[in-house]
């Protein structure tokens, strides 16, 4: 199916979106639509006959449980809500921990890679199938931006792309800004990569901008993108047409020239890349694929369990990691977690004022996230009423009403509070249990 050129739909810009000229087509987060009717602006595109694709973030395909039927259930009622031509998700893991691992389940609340091994290879192609079934249109992924990388990584995102097409048929959402992303941060070409990627695959393309600090390129979406990215954009173009190409914003809105002025900058990319002729991109060699080792989803379910639990608890980092990568990583996941709250529960900031992001911070060191933002904004102003906080008098009284008002009639007692803490001992514990396992049938291989 032909899209055209779109951009991201987000309540923020809602009315830019509607009047901006041109847009064939635009792309909704499915977590941000309820499954039984749209917002108003985004009817009124689909009655005006715009195509509306839902693209999830929550199902963690990568991950090593099997995606959960209600979240299935959930992206496939907003895809028939929608009547979207076909759903698209992450590569990507976004919890860990579990069952698999007998600790307590871990949220990331980001998107995290997935190792680039024939084991997680194998796990991700059996969630693909399970989605593919349960989804009444056709499913696209989309390769993730990172930070970090996995030690003893065994193909290139190129090879395992191809693989996954290979074995399970998925179409492809390529994210060019991503590829710049783990250009910068991974050393990784790529050209190599456009070269190795199955591009007949290619649903559509995503554009999005970004920032470099300190020689980390941040995929944040609230950027202009960057001559860089168009670039990479244009050796796509090279090779195919895709099907449509998306511009992505998430925060920071500029004026809606602006991003009129960048889908016109996409425009005349993939014009000025056709005009050049088409080439053909040489697919590269590696070894055939190994038997398949039972105890796939354990030894993931293990490696993903140890890496989050550092990155969102506190744990000591996995052997074979970039320890200066991971604590960037643990700070732009703490950040945008504190952002995230900040927009679900403003009276926080509000009543904190500057002093709110210093002790979010200082809070979600080593208290992962669970149970949702909402959850966490409860437990973050629980955790500085029972420390005595905020100092000033009516700034505590105010916090306090606020979370009485949505926790419960009265502060928790000291039975509670004993409870509580005793439980995230348990998780720490857990955690710590699972990484030096894994250590430890690491030494004895």
């Known amino acids: 199916m032909k899209l055209g050129i779109g951009i991201g739909w987000r309540p923020e810009i809602a009315d830019a979106v509607e009047a901006l000229p041109d847009v064939d087509w ?31 973030v929550s199902l963690g395909l990568g991950g090593a449980d099997r995606p959960g039927g209600d979240r299935l259930a959930a992206l496939a009622a907003r895809a028939t809500l929608l009547g979207a031509p076909l759903v698209t998700e992450h590569i990507a893991f ?3 921990g579990g069952p698999l691992t007998a600790s307590s389940g871990l949220e990331a609340g980001h998107l995290l890679p997935v190792p680039r091994t024939w084991d997680a290879l194998d ?84 554009v999005a901008g970004g ?12 950027h202009p993108v960057t001559r860089p990215v168009l670039d990479v954009l244009a050796e796509l173009r090279t090779r195919v047409d895709p099907p449509g190409v998306l511009l992505e914003r998430d925060d920071a809105f500029p004026p809606a020239e602006e991003l009129a002025g960048e889908l016109a900058s996409i425009r005349a990319t993939l014009a000025a890349a056709a005009a050049t002729g088409a080439r053909t991109g040489t697919r590269a060699s590696y070894s055939p694929r190994p038997a398949a080792v039972p105890g796939a989803r ?21 052997e074979g990691f970039d320890h200066r990568r991971l604590a960037v990583q643990r700070r732009a996941l703490a950040a945008k977690r504190a952002d995230v709250v900040a927009k679900v ?12 992001r210093a002790a979010f911070l200082a809070y979600a060191r080593t208290r992962p996230l669970s149970g949702g933002y909402r959850r966490d904004a409860l437990d973050f102003a629980e955790h500085l009423l029972l420390a005595g906080r905020p100092a000033d008098d009516a700034a505590r009284r105010g916090l306090t009403r606020w979370w009485r008002e949505r926790a419960a009639p009265r502060p928790p007692r000291r039975a509670t509070r004993l409870v509580r803490a005793a439980r995230a001992t348990r998780a720490a514990q857990a955690a710590r249990t699972v990484l030096s396992g894994a250590r430890a049938k690491r030494s004895a291989r």
């Open 123 to 206: 796990v991700l192609c059996e969630n693909v199938r399970i989605a593919q079934d349960s989804l009444p249109v056709p499913l696209a992924l989309e390769n993730i931006a990172a930070l970090i990388a996995w030690p003893d990584e065994e193909l290139t995102e190129g090879q395992f792309l191809a693989e996954l097409v290979a074995r399970t048929g998925v179409r492809l959402l390529i994210d060019v800004a991503n590829l710049h992303t783990n250009h910068v941060n991974r050393g990784e070409d790529p050209v190599a990569a456009l070269d190795e990627l199955p591009v007949e695959a290619i649903a559509y393309v995503h």
């Open 26 to 56: 635009v792309e909704a987060v499915a977590e941000n639509i309820c499954e039984d009717h749209l917002p108003g602006p985004l009817a009124r595109l689909r009655e005006r006959g715009v195509t509306v694709v839902p693209h999830g």
């Open 345 to 356: 529960a403003p009276e926080l900031p509000r009543t904190l004022g500057d002093g709110y």
């Open 298 to 318: 354990q030894r993931v379910a293990v490696a993903q369990t140890a890496l989050l639990s550092s990155l969102v608890a506190g744990t000591p980092a996995p």
């Open 211 to 222: 920032v470099e600090k300190d020689g980390v390129w941040h995929d944040t979406h609230a």
């Open 94 to 96: 976004v919890r860990a």
